[in-house]
């Protein structure tokens, strides 16, 4: 149980939304571009070419999405350790609020790319920031548990764009899919109201001010120095395998999903409104299924962690997380069970992230606390960048086809496997106090 003042509950609570807002704004594309691309492109959604051009810009745009996320982590840790948390947790807040919100107006697959981008910068700046103004607001023997609920936001968050989604792209508008998505992606402008309220209630953590007050300003290229190198070699391990493999397999769900249900509808013979009805049906069911398991997996991680340590918790992490994506991609399995085995991939794949909250802060002294996190969790998206525009380039080779996309997604179990030759590296920090 948390031990913690109404202050320290308020920073940990703001901190919880601007995550949760961050994973909503940053995956609500990834429902509704099966309509999106089609529309923008001038193709029949649900055609041969609208599946196939579908999977090749969901992975392209994806790719481009994650690059300009580390750029956005890069660009605002230091500037987060500069100028302080609450600063570049407001302003990244508003940023990625406006950059979703503006895509429901594009035009264009070019547009649409602008904003995402607009978008990503803001979503990578406020991770560092948030969990940098948690690790350095609770105290000591609470820093565990207060990561890893605060990375319980990513579930809500991903349960908030199926909710969003399905309510308006699978009943409100169901009949009217070249147009349900931009009603979606409007709703990313929420965030920006709890920004301006989290302005008013929020402060400077006393760790952050002491250190900022009596150091120099950070310099990026100070967490490669020898004393500090071997942290960030450690952090870039865990963040990077575990980055390749949540966005090479999650991006794609809703196309595999709605490609499923495409098929399924036309064996049932089902009209356009039917199937439309059908596709978001079969997104929420899956996604659902995914974020329990992600919420779970976030959850667990807290008594791994503090009984265990941290390596241990990230072998076993690794481990399962190839054997629950070999085994959905590569089996004979029926569409309702591979949905179902979703919950295995997210308890693995999904939950590891929950320790990434207290562990990558724990390795950087405060002056250096954002910009470590922020460049090790986030540059890591630059190289995972390649997950989902290979496993999107193959598909859409393949024309769409649902195995193809199976048999691409069952290599990306293979990844986990690196990241476990590699925990030689990695560095144990239980029982450690946050360096100061």
Not at 11 to 40: E, H, M, Q
Not at 158 to 181: K, Q, Y
Not at 338 to 361: E, H
Not at 382 to 389: D, Q, R, S
């Amino acid at each position: 149980m948390l031990r913690l003042t109404r202050y320290q509950w308020i920073v940990l609570f703001a901190a919880w939304l601007g995550w949760g807002f961050d994973i909503f704004d940053g995956l609500l594309f990834n429902y509704v571009a099966p309509n999106a691309i089609p529309t923008l492109l001038g193709l029949t959604i649900g055609s041969p070419e609208a599946r196939t051009a579908t999977l090749y810009w969901t992975g392209l745009i994806t790719a481009i999405f994650l690059v300009g996320w580390a750029v956005g982590g890069v660009l605002f840790g230091p500037i987060s350790d500069r100028y302080g948390r609450k600063r570049v947790l407001l302003i990244t807040m508003v940023l990625y609020a406006v950059g979703t919100g503006l895509c429901a107006f594009v035009t264009s697959i070019e547009q649409l790319i602008v904003c995402r981008i607009i978008a990503s910068l803001g979503i990578g700046g406020e991770w560092a920031a948030g969990c940098a103004l948690v690790a350095e607001a609770v105290p000591e023997d609470q820093r565990v548990e207060a990561g890893a609920v605060l990375y319980t936001s990513a579930p809500f968050g991903l349960f908030l764009a199926t909710g969003v989604n399905a309510l308006i792209a699978g009943h409100l508008f169901a009949d009217v899919p070249e147009v349900s998505w931009r009603y979606v992606l409007i709703f990313g402008l929420i965030p920006a109201a709890f920004a301006f309220w989290i302005r008013t209630l929020v402060k400077e953590p006393e760790r952050w001010e002491a250190a900022a007050a009596s150091a120099p300003p950070p310099r990026l290229r100070e967490i490669f120095a020898p004393e500090i190198w071997p942290r960030t070699r450690s952090a870039l391990i865990v963040a990077v395998v575990a980055l390749i493999t949540w966005w090479s397999c999650n991006a794609f769900i809703p196309v595999v999903v709605a490609n499923l249900a495409q098929a399924e509808a036309l064996q049932l013979g089902l009209d356009k409104t039917a199937t439309s009805i059908l596709i978001e049906s079969w997104k929420t069911q899956g996604t659902a299924i995914f974020n329990v398991g992600g919420l779970l997996g976030t959850l667990l991680t807290i008594p791994l962690a503090k009984h265990w340590g941290r390596k241990p918790m990230f072998a076993l992490y690794l481990g399962f997380s190839s054997i629950a994506l070999l085994t959905t991609y590569g089996l004979d399995l029926e569409p309702q069970v591979r949905l179902y085995m979703y919950f295995f991939i997210g308890l693995t794949v999904f939950g590891i992230f929950g320790s990434f909250t207290f562990y990558l802060p724990e390795l950087f002294p405060t002056r250096l606390r954002a910009t470590g996190s922020g460049f090790t969790y986030n540059i890591g998206r630059v190289i995972a960048a390649g997950g989902p525009f290979l496993v999107g380039s193959v598909a859409s080779a393949g024309a769409g086809n649902s195995a193809v996309v199976l048999d691409t997604l069952f290599l990306v179990g293979f990844v986990p496997i690196i990241g476990l030759l590699c925990l030689g590296w990695v560095i144990e920090t239980r029982g450690q106090k946050i360096p100061d």
